[in-house]
């Protein structure tokens, strides 16, 4: 079944990142495919923000690779930006399928630089730059 969430500005990203909360399922990897400034980040915040994170605790983990938050209930929420990872080598060096294997909620910015890496339930959402500036996420 195919999903798909507009996003029309700022002012609707929050309930944006509570319907996909409710629409992605049981999927606990979540990988967000989009080009530069397309706002992954902010709707990762957004979306840790409707989990419960402490919104001054979630930041971009572009020099990190990856960071942890706690949600409301007190499960742990991982956030990977690979960016700037240049071999696959890397990601595994963080132990990424540590992470992965962990039951956990991982989201992941720059899926495409480790593409290889990432298990088969992987959720693969598209956020799409609309001419008016809205988005358009689909899966």
């Not at 480790?114 to 298990?119: D, G, K, R, V, W």
Request: one cysteine or more; charged letters at 25%.
């Amino acid at each position: 079944m195919r999903h798909e969430i507009v996003i029309k500005g700022l002012d609707s990203i929050g309930p944006a990142a509570e319907r996909f909360l409710q629409e992605k399922g049981d999927s606990r990897i979540v990988a967000f495919y989009a080009p530069m400034g397309a706002g992954k980040t902010t709707f990762t915040t957004a979306l840790c923000k409707a989990l419960g994170v402490r919104e001054d605790a979630v930041s971009s983990p572009t020099f990190s690779i990856v960071n942890e938050y706690r949600a409301g209930n007190g499960e742990p929420v991982f956030h990977f930006d690979f960016y700037r990872i240049e071999k696959l080598e890397e990601a595994l060096d963080i132990g990424l399928y540590d992470y992965l294997d962990s039951g956990s909620l991982c989201l992941v910015e720059w899926p495409e630089n480790i593409e290889a890496l990432l298990p088969e339930d992987t959720l693969r959402v598209r956020m799409d730059v609309e001419p008016d500036g809205s988005r358009i996420l689909s899966w």
